[in-house]
């Protein structure tokens, strides 16, 4: 009996969907920072921009790696580097998001 490679079915779709989803919550965060800021604060208007951009660029990074990782590839979309991104950009939008409160 010879090692195979082991069938990772539909893990990859499931997981690139889980971190599309994160991203998209990320992309309406960064859109209700940008409106509450719209005509009022400068700073909330630069944050929503600033979340925008990096939860499009998450999204699309995310995709990038999925692609790349087709046809039996290791799928790197759970590597370290990038659960250490993902989690050091929600929190990086939790304190705009605190600061947009405690603003208000």
Known sequence: MGMSTPDPGRQPERT???????????IANGTLLLASGHGSSEVRTGLGIVVL???LGCW????????????????????????RVAAGLVLVV???????????
């Open 16 to 26: 690139l969907l889980a971190w599309r989803r994160t991203a998209l919550g990320l």
């Open 53 to 55: 951009v990096l939860s």
């Open 60 to 83: 699309t990074a995310v995709s990038a790696v999925y692609r790349r990782s087709e046809g039996g590839a290791v799928h790197h979309l759970g590597h370290d580097r990038v659960l």
């Open 94 to 104: 939790g304190l705009f998001d605190l600061y947009a409160v405690l603003t208000k």
